[in-house]
């Protein structure tokens, strides 16, 4: 906030100049709580940058040791080899978790993604196998054009659009349910839809579910262990790439919807 009332109205032996001298020392105040949050806010996103890439290698470490502990061939107790087995899940989820937390902190710093034309067509067919092998009990389906769609971004980080939408339908609704995926040209725009038809998210948790962390409520999670970064990290990526991702939901009807930039 730069504006400033003049001086000339800021005379204190007139009524209008005390005014005006009050607006500046609260414009002044305000200028200085703003600047203070963003600077608190730099440090925050710079720390957990700078925390997340320092996991990284310790995290393989304690991988890399299970496993090979593990394949030594030496016998060991059943609830030995158990223990090894939780060690390299666990170390497994902290590096995904410590990966997502470094993908939004340089999405925070505004890091610009690469642009070029994505077959987002094939994106999909990849994204819908791989979870289709990773959710079999439930119904997978897609909609779209019999020519590649084209649309203008980074393809990993759009898979990873995906996917993300994907494993949340997977992880948050009951064996049998029906996940669908769309595509749709528009004129400047390409819209991608996940759509289910679960039991659906209330309007109070479709409120914050974009938000980091966030998991919604009981109806819709299951003992996932999921990191509650997968749907803030969708939004980041498509507000990256100049974007949009909404969400509308019933009982028995969900549905996300990714606008991109066409190619």
């Not at 400033?4 to 009524?15: M, W």
């Not at 079999?136 to 971004?153: A, F, Y």
């Not at 980080?157 to 494993?167: K, W």
């Not at 938000?211 to 749907?231: M, N, V, Y």
Request: charged share 25%.
């Amino acid at each position: 906030i730069t504006e400033r009332i003049a001086a000339v109205d800021t005379d204190p032996r007139t009524e209008v100049g005390q005014v005006g001298a009050a607006m500046n020392a609260m414009l002044g105040h305000v200028d200085r709580s703003l600047t203070a949050r963003r600077k608190s806010e730099e440090k925050v996103r710079r720390f957990v940058a700078d925390a997340s890439h320092e996991l990284r290698t310790p995290l393989a470490s304690i991988r890399g040791y299970a496993e090979l502990t593990r394949r030594s061939g030496q016998k060991m107790p059943e609830q030995v080899r158990h223990s090894l087995d939780r060690i390299e899940s666990e170390a497994e989820r902290m590096t995904g978790l410590v990966e997502d937390l470094l993908l939004l902190a340089r999405l925070d710093e505004g890091r610009e993604l690469e642009q070029k034309p994505v077959d987002v067509s094939r994106i999909v067919v990849d994204a819908l196998s791989d979870a289709h092998a990773a959710g079999p009990d439930h119904e997978w389906r897609m909609t779209m054009p019999d020519e590649p769609v084209l649309v203008s971004g980074d393809a990993p980080r759009i898979h990873q659009v995906v996917a993300n939408l994907l494993a949340n339908a997977r992880v948050h609704t009951p064996p049998g349910t029906v996940v669908t995926v769309g595509i749709e040209p528009r004129d400047h725009t390409v819209s991608v839809t996940v759509t289910d038809n679960g039991p659906g998210i209330s309007a109070k948790d479709q409120a914050g579910l974009f938000e980091r962390f966030s998991r919604g409520d009981a109806s819709r999670a299951r003992a996932t262990g999921t990191t509650g970064l997968g749907l803030a990290i969708v939004r980041a990526v498509v507000t990256a790439h100049g974007g949009s991702v909404d969400v509308s939901s019933r009982k028995g009807k969900t549905v996300f919807t990714v606008s991109l930039p066409a190619s």
